[in-house]
């Protein structure tokens, strides 16, 4: 069991931060790292050919350990759009066929899926949260209409492991045999649990593994990773760029075009991949939640919230069944009647911060919150309950 981290990051000591999901805070050694590598760029005769490469490599390394992969299945996107739109680049379904979503899941998965369908004539399929008498309910009536969506003619699954919004888990395993038994592809977005939820592409086998690197991998804004199995091996990237290329580290040798790229999943990186100021502090970030493991931040974030969900539920608020959503990231949905305007105005008063989504709050708790923020937090729902 890891012990609070407050100290390791600089959070305002009058700020109560449950909002990881937002984007988490940057800590001090991923901090004092990039000012390090910024200052790098007074001197560029200190930055050599192998700096390019090195830090990169350390990242794949280290990102592949945390969800159980090799490190040359890694690619460097700056986002999670870039990801997917390069699976999408390598996914060719044809009319007739159809790609499952689903409801309200995050746009950078959806949009480029919505384009795919309409030049490929496939059927966007949205497999809806369905309308249920309990939270738990939901979440299985959800998991089976994604399994039932899920057919002869479908080429394409682009799920999240956890809802965005609220945290309803997915179950992956299952999702994994349906999809094999008709052939489909599996992407998966996982930025709002890879870093804090226990996850093996080994076990899950997705055949592409989406995430940003600025939520739950504590790394800076515009680096994401991306995990890309087998049916990738031998894809295009959306942009051909000169570092990708098989021989790149001969600088000399540049304009000897080369039609290869360099093995593994390193030719989808995005150009400039090599980024002397974020990619060390990328690597910083990993290292740390490595260090932490997933498994440890899930438990800590559900001994922390855990004593105080009967008060929760007490004043009214529907939380889901624990089995049923992340640990690390939850809604608390308000009963009806109730003004998300009071609730709103009870968590500022408080300086709580979470995310307000439609009637649910979405709270992510992370290891550098203490009892301190969770009280706060509950006291801001009750307090706005009875008002
Ligand atoms: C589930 C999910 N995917 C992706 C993103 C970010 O996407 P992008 O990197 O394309 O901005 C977010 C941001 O909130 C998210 O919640």
């Not at 949009?111 to 369905?130: I, N, Q």
């Not at 945290?167 to 992407?187: E, Q």
């Not at 000169?242 to 593994?264: C, H, M, T």
């Not at 709270?363 to 006291?379: G, K, S």
């Amino acid at each position: 069991m890891i012990s609070c981290q407050k100290s390791a990051f600089s959070l305002d000591p009058q700020v109560h931060y449950l909002n990881c999901a937002y984007m988490s805070p940057l800590s001090k050694r991923v901090e004092e790292t990039g000012i390090t590598a910024l200052r790098g760029k007074r001197s560029p005769a200190t930055i050599t050919p192998d700096d390019f490469f090195d830090v990169p490599e350390r990242v794949r390394e280290t990102f592949a350990g945390l969800v159980g992969g090799n490190a040359k299945d890694v690619a460097l996107f700056p986002s999670v759009s870039y990801g997917i739109a390069t699976a999408a680049r390598n996914l060719h379904p044809v009319t007739g066929q159809n790609i499952v979503v689903l409801h309200e899941q995050f746009p950078s998965n959806v949009y480029t899926w919505m384009r795919l369908a309409e030049e490929s004539g496939a059927d966007l399929r949205t497999v809806y949260r369905p309308a249920a008498d309990t939270l738990s309910d939901v979440h299985e009536a959800w998991n089976e209409a994604i399994l039932s969506a899920i057919d002869v003619g479908t080429a394409i699954v682009a799920v999240p492991i956890v809802h965005w919004a609220d945290g309803t888990l997915f179950d992956m395993a299952a999702i994994r045999r349906r999809c094999d038994r008709f052939g489909a592809a599996l992407i998966v977005d996982g930025t709002q649990s890879i870093g804090a939820l226990p996850f093996s592409v080994a076990s899950a086998r997705p055949d592409a593994l989406i995430t940003a690197g600025y939520k739950w991998l504590f790394g800076p804004y515009s680096c994401a990773l991306g995990w890309m199995g087998p049916r990738f091996a031998e894809g295009v990237p959306i942009e051909e760029n000169w570092i990708n290329r098989k021989g790149s580290e001969q600088f000399a040798g540049l304009v000897d075009y080369e039609s290869d790229y360099q093995p593994g999943a390193c030719r989808y990186d995005v150009g400039e991949k090599s980024n002397f100021i974020l990619m060390p502090m990328l690597l910083a970030a990993l290292e740390q939640v490595s260090e932490w493991t997933p498994a440890a931040i899930q438990e800590y974030t559900r001994q922390l919230v855990e004593p105080f969900e009967e008060r929760i539920l007490d004043a009214g608020y529907h939380l889901a069944p624990a089995h049923t959503r992340g640990a690390h990231l939850f809604g608390v949905r308000l009963p009806g009647g109730q003004s998300v305007k009071a609730v709103r105005r009870a968590l500022s008063e408080r300086n709580v911060s979470v995310s307000v989504r439609g009637n649910a709050i979405r709270i992510a708790p992370h290891v550098y919150n203490d009892e301190t923020d969770v009280r706060a937090l509950v006291d801001a729902l009750e307090s706005a309950a009875v008002s």
